[in-house]
């Protein structure tokens, strides 16, 4: 039960959060780059860019249903796995410092441990008094990637496939 409403919750937060990027892209184009530090000096550095757009489509100016459909997914599809492929490299990142800490639990430099403490408010998940294995489980759990289509789907429907006063 619980595990179904952490999912709904799930769900909620990222239907909204494409929802806010409707409003939200184009007023800050630029800022849009993931910042990823390396994990081992020497590491190159991993970023990754949005697609850019320059302003949000008029949803409402649409007459025709399967062409306001094809426009509102067009426009959020590319955001959807921006942000997908971001969560995945902080997964990828979260995994490879488990398996390190798995086998030597002081192995983790202090900037690691800063990192996954920024994880962990970034995801919601309590780093007082909590050990870090147990944070690392919460963490793999929150830390994934959210199916495409189930993104869509739920923005279109909480958003009137963006007609929606929130929407604009």
């Not at 409707?22 to 590491?43: F, K, M, W």
């Not at 488990?98 to 995801?123: F, I, P």
């Not at 959210?146 to 963006?162: D, F, H, I, T």
Request: with cysteine; net charge neutral.
């Amino acid at each position: 039960m619980q595990s179904q409403k952490f999912w709904h919750g799930s769900l909620l937060v990222m239907t909204l959060s494409a929802v806010a990027v409707c409003v939200y892209l184009p007023i800050q184009l630029h800022n849009t780059l993931a910042d990823v530090p390396s994990l081992r000096p020497g590491e190159p550095v991993v970023l990754l860019e949005a697609p850019v757009h320059t302003e949000v489509p008029d949803f409402t100016s649409y007459t025709d249903t399967r062409d306001k459909k094809q426009a509102f997914f067009a426009f959020l599809a590319p955001l959807v796995q921006a942000e997908n492929s971001r969560i995945e490299v902080q997964r990828d990142r979260l995994l490879r410092l488990h398996e390190r800490w798995k086998v030597d639990s002081n192995a983790l430099k202090t900037g690691e441990l800063a990192w996954l403490k920024q994880l962990a408010s970034l995801y919601r998940v309590k780093t007082d008094s909590v050990a870090l294995g147990t944070q690392f489980d919460l963490l793999l759990r929150r830390v994934d990637v959210v199916p495409e289509a189930l993104v869509l789907v739920q923005a279109a429907n909480e958003s009137g496939w963006g007609t929606s006063r929130f929407a604009r």
